[in-house]
């Protein structure tokens, strides 16, 4: 009997940047909902931490790959393939500067998720030297930030690659706690910029492009008291006194990276591995289209796909670098819009009227 051909996997890349404010997205786990009706429609979803943490409620979808922001940039540009796996080996960093209550929280946590979930974690390791992270604020309103010893972070995560045989890292870092902030009430409220959002971005960019492993990251701080006018976007962070879970979920079946210089080998490693020209799509908020993996997929064949509802503290639209991407109002068009185009099927066609074609223009 004849087999019938099949087509290969539809891949699409769902982004929205960290620390800048985003409407969905920029709070705690919000655009979850967007990635569990996206995987609906796709068969491989491509994304990253801040699309799928929600501090202790998380949502494993089969068909998505959690992959950080350091190692997304660097898919996209061709230089990374990505591997995925049954499960990690996953180490966790706690920071020294963590208080021994706090710390025993995180330790109970991660017990949890061994225990309940099954989860495959190594011993633990502190840093020798307390992190300490600062945070900061840019003109735009977007968030940042710095740690004063990274030389200690990467001493850690050496060390549980190497004597513990990590496969993925989780970082937990003390926070500055500001329960005054209006930058904290105006999130709390689901108005303002995630304080935190940046400063995370830093640690696990800077574990991923230093050991090319997967790593994601959860801030240590104090309870914060309650609020009665709490706003549901930011709910998921006033559960209890970790955000952890979901990070040990992410990273339990985070694919690893591969290296195109492995591939141009023709080493074996790369053989099931995933590539940027395998990307269709990608979903992005309107405003924030100069991300580094925007602009690398841009220069392939990748439907781009802009949502208007989804505003930032950013103003770099397709327009303003010239990029060629279908705009829609909300991520229920771009749902459709995804449909239309695994099926092969033209938007315009779905429209009540279709211009007639028309000659070649040769100007």
């Known amino acids: 009997m004849q087999q019938i051909p099949t087509q290969r996997p539809y891949t699409v890349m769902l982004i929205v940047p960290t620390g800048i404010g985003a409407t969905i997205g920029g709070y705690a786990g919000d655009a979850l909902p967007v990635a569990r009706a996206m995987a609906q429609v796709v068969d491989r979803l491509i994304t990253h931490p801040n699309v799928l943490n929600g501090a202790q409620l998380y949502w494993s979808l089969p068909n998505a790959l959690y992959v950080e922001g350091y190692g997304l940039d660097q898919f996209a540009a061709g230089e990374w393939g990505l591997k995925p796996v049954h499960q990690n080996r996953v180490g966790l960093v706690l920071d020294q500067g963590i208080e021994p209550d706090l710390r025993l929280r995180h330790l109970q946590a991660a017990d949890a998720a061994r225990a ?31 740690i004063q010893h990274p030389d200690s972070l990467l001493r850690a995560v050496n060390q ?19 329960l005054g902030s209006e930058a904290l009430q105006l999130y709390r409220q689901g108005q303002g910029v995630d304080p935190l959002a940046g400063a995370e971005a830093v640690i696990s960019h800077l574990v991923v492009r230093t050991f090319k492993i997967p790593c994601a990251h959860a801030p240590a701080l104090m309870p914060l008291p309650l609020e009665s006018s709490l706003s549901p976007r930011s709910a998921a962070e006033e559960l209890g006194y970790t955000f952890l879970p979901c990070v040990l979920v992410g990273l339990s079946r985070s694919p690893q990276f591969v290296m195109r210089s492995d591939r141009e080998r023709a080493n074996m490693s790369w053989a099931n591995a995933i590539w940027a020209d395998q990307v269709d799509a990608l979903v992005i908020p309107a405003t924030a289209c100069g991300g580094s993996a925007v602009l690398s997929l841009s220069q392939t064949s990748t439907q781009m796909i802009a949502v208007a509802e989804n505003k930032t503290r950013l103003d770099v639209t397709a327009h303003h670098l010239n990029l060629s991407v279908v705009e829609v109002n909300s991520y229920l068009e771009a749902l459709g819009v995804l449909v239309a185009h695994k099926a092969g099927i033209s938007p315009n066609a779905l429209r009540p009227t279709l211009p007639s074609i028309q000659p070649l223009s040769h100007s």
């Open 116 to 146: 309940t979930l099954g989860l495959n974690l190594t011993d633990y390791v502190v840093t020798d030297e307390p992190l300490g992270v600062e945070l900061r604020t840019a003109a735009s309103g977007a968030t940042w930030g710095t």
């Open 160 to 178: 549980l690659i190497t004597h513990a045989k990590a496969e993925a890292i989780a970082v937990v870092a003390r926070f500055p706690d500001d």
